[in-house]
Nanobody, 116 residues
Framework: QVQLVESGGGLVQPGGSLKLSCAAS????????MDWYRQAPGKQRELVAS???????HYEDSLKGRSTIFRDNAANMVYLQINSLKPEDTAVYYC??????????WGKGTLVTVAS
């Protein structure tokens, strides 16, 4: 019923940019906080950015200054624009949806590989 589908990953050179997308269905999208997480090889999953239903954003240090999270409630979409990509940004990037008092939801992820 609930579906979160990420897209936009791929192979990119250091210094390049990507726009990741997450399409949501099965939820009242405008009522959910939307998050982007990532998990690099051999490391734990970490939060990178979030956006509340009202549009308030939060960025963790890893991508602060290089990324922008934004949402389109009419389209049930959340995006993560990443610039100046570094090899250490290589990870599977996951979309999640959270509403207070209920379990969260996760997508299956999209792989970003930053390499020459």
């Amino acid at each position: 019923q609930v579906q979160l589908v990420e897209s936009g990953g791929g192979l990119v050179q250091p210094g390049g940019s990507l726009k990741l997308s997450c399409a949501a269905s099965g939820i009242i999208f405008s009522g959910y906080t939307m998050d982007w997480y990532r998990q690099a090889p051999g490391k734990q999953r970490e939060l990178v950015a979030s956006i509340t239903p009202s549009g308030t954003t939060h960025y963790e240090d890893s991508l602060k200054g290089r990324s922008t999270i934004f949402r389109d409630n009419a389209a049930n979409m959340v995006y993560l624009q990443i610039n100046s990509l570094k090899p250490e940004d290589t990870a599977v990037y996951y979309c999640s949806a959270y509403r207070y008092g209920a379990p969260g939801h996760w997508g299956k992820g999209t792989l970003v590989t930053v390499a020459s």
